[in-house]
């Protein structure tokens, strides 16, 4: 027991330490970025309040009663709205419910998305007719207006929107993968199409020369952007910078293409700076070398990705725990799940009597179908009788 706690105390001391040498000023220092703008809603809208008055505009007020919205709801949450002197209630219902929607759905539209009824009917034209490009028909369009309101009723930058959709289908993009962007990563649209054209042709460049075949490029390109669209939110110069910044760091080009692959192009959200302060940081902690590092962080990118004050708190969770460092080294990918995960998976194994203090961190790693397969199998496993039954008994005689 007493070297249990003499463990415990010495891992502790290995994370502060890592934590204190990772902040050392003498680091070399590596040129930092302005990471892309985090452009809303608001900031995309072409509406202007110059014609907002002190009061609400009665009209206003009793076309939104006609159509049975909640007012009140607006009012708490986005009553300026209900302040604008122009507004095309009528008009925005007429055209919703020609589309197909009924009353009940154009009511909550409107409940969810108010600014839509500041859209003049030929800025809602002009954006149904774009995203009529990627849907099947009208029925889809207003069950995904249903669904995202505020990314259909952000109509500014029509021209990039319709250059750039043309773009994601040239590239060979399907239409409901195109569709999925609009709704949930809508800012891509918004850059000249010039700009995501150079993204793509900077990735393209790079998996050629990180030993990628011509043959393989286009589905690479076309699963990376499916799996994380914020990628065109880069600049080429970050991707290129995050890229050379492995390659110093010894990954080989295949290596490189690894990371990228598992990372799904989230690599490029982060900066040279806060990569090697994470690697550095795991370097103290797992007391390895650079060659080791590597192959740790090749088995858990989550090294990688993760910032230090995550990485850092998430290694507290587990000694607290009980879990060794050495432990965690032999199953890094364990620090990939949330402090509250890893409480709420130790405590169901206890329950059935496994000691994750001095077995294997395995069983705690992976999705929660993963969790469950294999808490199913330890418990299968508890519960097996220590004999069969049923087999015949050897007696003497």
């Not at 099947?136 to 369009?141: A, G, H, V």
């Not at 990735?203 to 490029?217: E, P, V």
């Not at 395995?362 to 808490?375: C, I």
Request: net charge positive; with cysteine.
């Amino acid at each position: 027991m007493l070297r249990g706690v003499a463990r415990g105390a010495r891992d502790t001391f290995t994370l502060l330490l890592a934590r204190s040498q990772y902040c050392n000023p003498g680091l070399q220092a590596l040129s930092s970025r302005t990471e892309a703008p985090n452009r809303s809603f608001l900031t995309h809208s072409t509406y202007t309040t110059d014609t907002k008055s002190s009061e609400e505009n009665k009209k206003t007020i009793e076309s939104l009663y006609r159509l049975s919205v909640d007012v009140k709801k607006i009012r708490r949450l986005k009553e300026w709205v209900l302040l604008q002197e122009v507004a095309y209630v009528q008009e925005v219902a007429g055209i919703l419910q020609e589309m197909g929607a009924d009353e009940p759905a154009v009511a909550n539209i409107l409940e969810r998305c108010p600014e839509a009824i500041l859209r003049s009917p030929a800025e809602i034209n002009a954006q149904r007719a774009l995203w009529q490009l990627v849907c099947q028909n009208e029925k889809q369009l207003i069950k995904l207006i249903e669904q995202f309101p505020e990314s259909f009723f952000t109509t500014g930058y029509h021209e990039n929107q319709k250059a750039n959709i043309l773009f994601f289908q040239e590239l060979g993009l399907k239409n409901n993968i195109i569709t999925r962007f609009l709704t949930s990563a809508p800012n891509i649209f918004y850059s000249p199409v010039e700009k995501n054209k150079k993204v793509i042709e900077t990735l393209q460049r790079n998996y050629l020369s990180l030993g990628g075949s011509d043959a393989n490029m286009k589905v690479w390109i076309l699963k990376l952007l499916s799996q994380n669209p914020f990628i065109l939110l880069n600049t080429s110069t970050a991707i290129q910078e995050n890229l050379e910044f492995l390659q110093k760091s010894d990954f080989s080009d295949q290596e490189v293409l690894q990371l990228l692959s598992k990372l799904k192009g989230f690599i490029f959200q982060l900066t040279p700076t806060t990569m090697q302060k994470s690697m550095l940081f795991s370097k103290n902690v797992f007391k390895c070398s650079d060659q080791e590092l590597k192959e740790l962080v090749l088995k858990c990118p989550a090294l990688l990705y993760y910032s230090v004050p995550i990485l850092e708190e998430r290694l507290r969770g587990l000694l607290k725990e009980g879990i060794s460092i050495a432990q965690i080294r032999e199953t890094p990918t364990v620090l990939e799940l949330t402090t509250q995960i890893v409480q709420y998976r130790i405590k169901k194994l206890s329950a059935l009597g496994y000691n994750v203090k001095s077995g294997s961190l395995e069983s705690l790693n992976g999705t929660k179908k993963d969790f469950e397969v294999n808490y199913g199998k330890i418990q299968s496993k508890k519960e097996r009788p220590m004999f069969n039954p049923v087999a015949p008994l050897n007696t003497q005689d």
